[in-house]
């Protein structure tokens, strides 16, 4: 009895998180991650661009984390997902709880659709959707960033209003209305920092809402890299704080999120945590470099033909490197996708 108990896979309930781009994903994976549950969670990130950041961003050290990149779980890397969560379950010591992280492109309908493989039931069942929404970026979204952020609220089991010290309260009020108007049976609770009551994340017991909209949406229903572009750029060469500001302070309307790990002159030995959400921008700076070589790495994410990635190296190159030494110390590229 014990030995085909043990010859069972075990039973991982799986959480979605979700959100548009920037919204407060991986804030909310963090806080998990980081508070007091006693519990062991892994993690699967997907970023959009060509490098997985989050992944980076992540305060987790140990090999339970999958990343995916340069592509979106809800449809090129699907299989990827699915093995990646096979190999979580299947390992040794297996986690009690997964949390998936979609890109902010994702429609998690599409990512919870891979849930319904009947073998992935059996082992990694889905828990429930969670969906991140910036309260202030949120009601500003227009045409198809609007119709995608809609979908993910559609989509979700519980909605957290993220971001809520950078609003007033008739914005909160905004922003959970058209929450409502999308999705009356959630009620959309109110965080900072993604800092949400652990156990509304974990083990929300059975993906009631999500579960029956996945089996009546048609799929194939959309075309993210026919919506979204990004530019990665990469460089040995340490910038200056002075032109990466600039840049962020030019960027079009266009480019929604801007996120990396920059090599700033002014803080030799530190990598520095670059942050753009909308017309906001943060860096902070991180552990240092130790080993790793110093290198800059942003990822540009914006609208189809919306992320101009010789302007945005024209900005950020120093002027004093020639072009033999900027072909050596920077490799960036317009990140290249099947054309849908
Ligand atoms: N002021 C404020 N900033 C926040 C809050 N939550 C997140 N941020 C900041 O917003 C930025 C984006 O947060 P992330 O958690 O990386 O967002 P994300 O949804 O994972 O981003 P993508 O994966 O790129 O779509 C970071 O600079 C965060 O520190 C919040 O509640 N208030």
């Known amino acids: 009895m014990s030995e085909v108990a043990s010859l069972a896979p075990p039973r991982v309930p799986v959480t979605i998180v979700t959100g548009f781009l920037g919204a407060g994903k991986t804030s909310v994976l963090n806080h998990v991650l ?24 992540l305060q987790k050290s140990d090999g339970d ?34 949390i998936v992280e979609t890109s902010g492109v994702s429609d998690p309908l599409d990512v919870a659709r891979a849930f319904t493989d009947p073998e992935l039931q059996r082992f990694a069942p889905l828990d429930g959707i969670v969906t991140v929404v910036d309260c202030e970026l949120a009601p500003t979204l227009e ?28 914005e909160r009020m905004r922003a959970s209305r058209w929450v409502n108007a999308l999705s009356p049976h959630v009620r959309p609770l109110q965080v900072e920092h993604g800092r949400v009551p652990i156990d509304l994340v974990l083990g929300m017991g059975g993906a009631t809402q999500s579960g029956s909209a996945v089996d009546s949406e048609p799929p194939g229903h959309h075309q993210h890299e ?115």
């Open 34 to 57: 980081t508070s007091s549950h006693g519990r062991r969670i892994a993690v699967v990130v997907n970023d959009f661009g060509r490098i997985n950041i989050d992944a980076e961003l």
């Open 65 to 98: 984390v999958v990343a995916l990149a340069n592509g979106c779980i809800c449809c090129s890397l699907s299989e990827s997902l699915i093995a990646g969560v096979a190999r979580l379950v299947r390992q040794d010591s297996p986690p009690e709880q997964i």
């Open 143 to 170: 045409g198809d960033m609007l119709r995608l952020a809609s979908r993910q609220v559609i989509a979700a089991d519980i909605v957290l209003l993220n971001k809520c010290d950078l609003v007033d309260e008739a």
């Open 226 to 340: 026919a919506t979204f572009d990004t530019f990665t750029y990469e460089s040995m060469v340490p910038l200056h704080v002075q032109r990466l500001h600039d840049c962020l302070s030019q960027l079009p309307k266009t480019i929604f999120r801007a996120k990396g790990i920059v090599n700033l002159l002014e803080k030799p030995g530190y990598p520095v945590v670059l942050q753009s959400t909308g017309k906001r921008a943060t860096l902070t700076v991180g552990q240092p470099w130790a080993g790793r070589e110093p290198r800059t790495q942003i990822v540009f994410i914006g609208t189809r033909g919306g992320v101009d990635g010789d302007w945005i190296e024209g900005q950020l190159i120093e002027p004093h490197f020639g072009s033999t030494g900027r072909s050596k110390a920077r490799a960036s590229t317009r990140d290249k996708r099947e054309e849908p």
